[in-house]
């Protein structure tokens, strides 16, 4: 799987938008990108994932590139339960594994 | 969305004794599902891969004989941290996926269980 590459932490204001950025240059055409994102002491929880479309939920947006080297998570409306680390996975299709990297502490300010 | 249950969350024993760790999937049923281990500040470290049934695959650097793992049925994986020791101290957590998808889809994460040995 692609190793990818994220800011080591953010801030962002309470009820901005969040913008977690990741870089997946070595992303080949079969890999997805994956969001997960983990709260002091619990498990990680799934975000959102994609192959090149952009996509959205009721969580987040994701914007990939059009040359898929790089994705931007999107939190539209940022509130203090969303601080946490961010992580940025790329995962081919047939692998269940997931390589966690360092991820984007992301801290909301009040 | 999918639950992953795991069990206890918290657990504090004396050095030298086991502990078992239980991971359920509880609305479907897990073919695979992953332990991972994590250290304060760091990012989670893949320990071994269990398959309903049949031997875990384990990461390089993780004793199979200390970390004993066994996956006896579609929802239940567990995890036997053997002969505990203090540096065994750390955040186990397990996930599981199910296989014969479509779709593809993402993975389901178990809270988590502290392991405190004394």
């Known amino acids: 799987d692609a190793k990818t590459t994220q800011p080591p932490s953010m801030d962002c204001a309470e009820g901005r938008a969040a913008n977690l950025p990741c870089n997946h240059s070595?992303?080949?055409?079969?890999?997805?990108v994956y969001w997960y994102r983990q709260i002091h002491s619990q498990g990680p929880q799934y975000i959102i994932h994609?192959?090149?479309n952009n996509e959205t939920n009721e969580m987040a947006s994701l914007i990939i590139t059009e040359d898929r080297k790089s994705s931007t998570l999107i939190l539209p409306h940022a509130t203090l339960r969303d601080t946490a680390v961010y992580y940025c996975?790329?995962?081919?299709?047939?692998?269940?594994?997931?390589?966690f990297g360092t991820g984007t502490r992301l801290t909301i300010i009040p | 969305g999918a639950v992953v249950s795991q069990h206890p969350s918290r657990v504090i024993c004396k050095s030298g004794t086991s502990v078992k760790i239980e991971c359920r999937s509880l609305?479907?049923?897990?073919?695979?599902m992953f332990w991972y281990r994590q250290f304060p500040k760091q990012s989670l470290m893949l320990m071994a891969t269990?398959?309903?049934?049949?031997?875990?695959?384990?990461e390089q650097g993780v004793e199979k004989d200390k970390f004993l793992i066994n996956h006896a049925s579609l929802t239940l994986s567990t995890l036997t941290v053997t002969s505990a020791h203090p540096e065994d101290s750390s955040f186990y957590i397990c996930?599981?996926?199910?296989?014969?998808?479509?779709?593809?889809?993402?993975?389901?994460f178990g809270q988590g269980t502290r392991l405190t040995v004394v």
């Open positions: 996975i790329s995962q081919g299709f047939g692998n269940e594994k997931l390589t």
């Open positions: 609305d479907f049923q897990a073919t695979t």
């Open positions: 269990s398959n309903e049934g049949s031997k875990a695959t384990y």
């Open positions: 996930s599981a996926t199910t296989t014969g998808m479509v779709k593809r889809t993402e993975a389901f």
């Open positions: 994609g192959l090149k």
């Open positions: 070595t992303i080949s055409g079969n890999e997805y």
